[in-house]
């Protein structure tokens, strides 16, 4: 099978889970959290249990560690520190089957991952005081010394003691507290009874509020800093609803003592599924603004969901992780179809296709299940998360409600506290439906791509027959072979509705279908479940009866846009009607953004006019969105008139952005104040400096620049820096800070430096780049610094010295 070489990156190889000489069945972590110094000081005891016999040393991952003594059933035992392991001599050789425990002192003192350490300065004074953990994909070996890898599942024991007034909260059940006034320290001891890998261990720390709710018996918390209650309430409050539904369509409920969501400060990603007690970033946290148009259910449901996918049915190594995180992301959209329907669930699921298709053409092609690559996280990408949940949506489809169900029973409760391998889900498929899945496996999560489809149609009158030409157009290679396909024709006409499956498997197929009359309204694939790119030209009138009779709401999003590329002006009157009385928000959505795209000043009419009638501000967003493309004046004064009465803050950020491209009169003085407006999450901000760089006008880079600086919002940072990227003929001091930006204390500032440096393309910046691509760094980041590197020195030769002349 070839793999595409932008993926793969230099020093890519075939990875395997590591060897093990001891299987680790209890981890005890006693410690104590010295906040001041950035320090953990205590004792890891481990239980093992040996996998064969004459074994001789155990074998820990631990990073940047200080050992104070090593154990070995309680006798100080010899041990040699190295390369990031700690390997303990066993006394002597060991029997198969005979436990051991090892304790090992210790002490790690301002980790550089793992364990991270978050308090006020001077630039931030108002920052909370927390300490939060991050073990996936292999850190927790930065804070406590374990066999670092997914299929090594143990249960756990955190014993945390930390200042007065601080709360501790980690896996399982609370099962003591207790407190010392002498040494003003509380203890908290949590035990995990259900087996779990090592990266989902989890230790929070901070002044929290605990807010208490409940799932039928089991406690639900929630875990905030003081003053956000209400915010914590609105982002977490349909997780009792959430456990409901996941705990009967997986028919296995859930199986943890509690669940617990704490909101974090400066998280590094959105939320860790951590077992039994999930972090959340907390900029998931909703004010009552916010909340109008905004949700953190994805984000919920999605690190519930893993609470099963990843947690109780583990990976067993890495190149399986699609089984944690395509299932999460797939679960999440089903949850989304259970609480607000299909259109919104069919929507989600299209938004996730077209972010794996912009993966696929314009970074790189892989299969979702792959051994090679260089790194775990790289593995963690818009194929792993929504590409796999639309092949989990085909599955679905393919099965039907009641086998996929049965079959996610199956799987489950097969496997259920264990690892798992994706041969583990084709059997428990097989075993519940008879069908037999590898091919599609083999095509679908083995197999790289998708299909690319060109249908042709036309009518026989005389045999009253329609004809299509069906033919896979896509390159065929090591990655990509054709597809067996199962999908369906719809089509209308005067007597109703009609379906027709099919099965493509070939190059090119002709199918004839006989109808009563000339179809009205012709539509492949009406459920919108294939991973496809589909070429499938109709006459004008076919995609206008499509814009208002096809039941499926993505069908009469595709014929708008398919309308507005026609340019007739003729169908803004369709389209104008589809915006202001369709019965999905996401139909009216998409409308405006075709009504955009058609660049006439008849639409731009159409679009202000929305302004006046559409209440929905997700649909008054995307009016703001599609008047960009209209260079006028008089349409800007339309957009400040509504701009200051949005309740949305989301509403009024397009507004703001689309006033910089219309380059309003008084655009300046309008987004400068806005720069000066505290909001959620820094959306209006950030919005404003968007606005500025959407007016091309290069004076605004200094103010850019500035809102790079730490002491400002670490979201407006990030788009002061994405913006200084859009500008062509980098100056010189833009270039200088963003490398400047690469050695900045908050990650996500990082990533965004080095992908402007990306975008930009100067050589100059490749020193900087290369140094990130080395050491105790996060992943992600590696990535990103070795692929802008490799863009930046693809074409340039290496300067060597001229040859000496002979004398």
């Not at 009638?613 to 969105?625: F, I, L, T």
């Not at 309008?670 to 505290?678: P, Q, R, S, T």
Request: one cysteine or more; hydrophobic letters at 40%; proline letters at 4%.
């Amino acid at each position: 099978m070839g793999l595409d070489a932008r993926f793969s990156l230099k020093g890519a190889g075939a990875t395997y889970a590591p060897d093990r000489t001891f299987d680790t069945e209890h981890v005890r972590l006693e410690f104590e959290v010295d906040i001041a110094r950035e320090r953990l000081r205590g004792t890891c005891r481990t239980r093992l249990r040996a996998l064969k016999a004459g074994v001789t040393e155990m074998v820990f991952d631990a990073v940047n560690f200080t050992i104070d003594g090593v154990r070995w059933n309680g006798r100080r035992v010899k041990y040699v520190y190295k390369d990031s392991q700690i390997r303990v001599q066993a006394p002597r050789p060991v029997n198969a089957e005979a436990r051991v425990t090892i304790d090992i002192d210790y002490e790690v003192v301002k980790p550089k991952l793992g364990l991270h350490f978050i308090k006020p300065d001077r630039r931030y004074p108002k920052r909370p005081t927390q300490v939060w953990t991050q073990g996936e994909d292999e850190y927790a070996r930065y804070w406590f010394p374990c066999h670092d890898a997914p299929h090594d599942r143990t249960t756990t024991e955190v014993i945390a003691t930390v200042p007065a007034g601080f709360t501790a909260v980690s896996n399982g059940k609370l099962v003591g507290m207790s407190a010392s006034r002498a040494r003003r320290t509380t203890t908290f001891h949590y035990l995990q009874s259900i087996p779990h890998a090592t990266y989902l261990v989890t230790l929070t720390v901070g002044r929290f509020t605990e807010i208490k709710d409940r799932w039928r018996s089991m406690p639900v918390l929630y875990y905030c800093e003081k003053g956000r209650e209400d915010d914590t309430r609105r982002a977490f409050g349909k997780t009792p609803a959430m456990l409901e539904f996941f705990s009967k369509f997986i028919g296995v409920a859930y199986p943890y003592a509690k669940y617990a969501q704490i909101a974090a400060a400066d998280f590094i990603y959105g939320g860790m599924e951590n077992t039994s007690a999930t972090t959340q970033t907390d900029a998931a946290l909703l004010d009552a603004r916010s909340a109008i148009d905004y949700t953190s259910d994805e984000l919920v449901a999605h690190e519930l969901a893993h609470q099963w996918f990843g947690d109780y049915l583990t990976c067993r190594d890495w190149s399986h992780a699609w089984l944690n995180e395509s299932f999460a992301t797939y679960f999440d959209a089903l949850f989304k179809r259970e609480d607000k329907g299909e259109d919104e669930f069919l929507y989600q699921l299209r938004g996730n296709a077209d972010a794996y298709f912009q993966e696929d053409k314009e970074h790189y092609r892989r299969a979702i299940s792959t051994k090679v690559f260089k790194r775990p996280s790289d593995l963690f990408d818009r194929h792993l998360y929504e590409k796999g949940s639309v092949v989990l949506h085909m599955l679905h489809r393919r099965l039907g409600e009641d086998l996929f169900r049965k079959s996610i029973r199956t799987y489950v409760r097969a496997n259920r506290a264990s690892t798992v391998e994706s041969i583990d889900l084709i059997n428990a498929i097989e075993e519940a439906t008879g069908w037999n899945p590898r091919k599609f496996f083999d095509q679908w999560v083995f197999g790289a791509g998708h299909p690319e489809l060109k249908i042709r149609l036309w009518w026989d009158a005389a045999r009253r027959e329609v004809n299509l030409r069906v033919v896979q157009t896509q390159a065929t290679n090591g990655e990509t072979g054709l597809f067996s396909l199962n999908t369906e024709f719809l089509f209308l006409t005067q007597a109703g509705f009609k379906r027709f499956p099919v099965e493509i498997e070939k190059r090119s197929h002709l199918f004839k279908f006989a109808l009563p009359g000339e179809p009205l309204m012709a539509v492949f694939d009406p459920d919108h479940a294939l991973l496809a790119k589909v070429d499938f030209p109709r006459p004008e009138e076919m995609m206008a009866v499509q814009l208002f009779k096809d039941p499926n709401a993505m069908g009469r999003i595709d014929a708008a846009h398919a309308l507005a590329r026609t340019g007739n002006r003729n169908h803004l009157t369709l389209l104008r009607q589809v915006l202001f009385n369709d019965g999905f928000w996401g139909v009216r959505a998409e409308a405006a953004r075709a009504l955009g795209s058609m660049g006439l000043e008849d639409a731009a009419m159409v679009l202000v006019h929305a302004l006046d009638e559409s209440e929905n501000p997700k649909v008054r967003r995307a009016v703001y969105a599609a008047l960009r493309g209209f260079k006028s004046t008089r349409l800007a004064a339309d957009v400040e008139r509504w701009r200051s009465r949005e309740e949305s803050y989301f509403a009024e950020a397009e507004a703001l952005r689309t006033l910089g491209a219309l380059q309003h009169p008084r655009y300046p003085e309008i987004l400068k104040e806005a720069l000066e407006v505290e909001s959620w999450n820094d959306v209006t901000r950030s919005a404003a400096l968007e606005g500025l760089a959407a007016s091309r006008s290069r004076e605004w880079i200094p103010l850019m620049l500035e809102g790079t600086r730490e002491g400002h919002g670490q979201r407006a940072r990030m788009a002061a820096i994405r913006c200084l990227a859009t500008y062509d003929a980098m100056p010189t001091p833009v270039q200088d800070r963003l490398i400047e930006l690469t050695n900045d204390s908050f990650l996500l500032v990082r990533i965004a430096a080095v992908r402007a440096l990306h975008q930009i393309g100067d050589e100059r910046a490749v020193p900087a780049l290369r140094k990130l691509t080395q050491g105790d760094l996060d992943g992600r980041l590696k990535r990103l610094a070795e692929e802008a590197v490799e863009k930046l020195t693809k074409n340039i030769e290496e300067e060597k010295p001229a040859p000496k002349k002979k004398r």
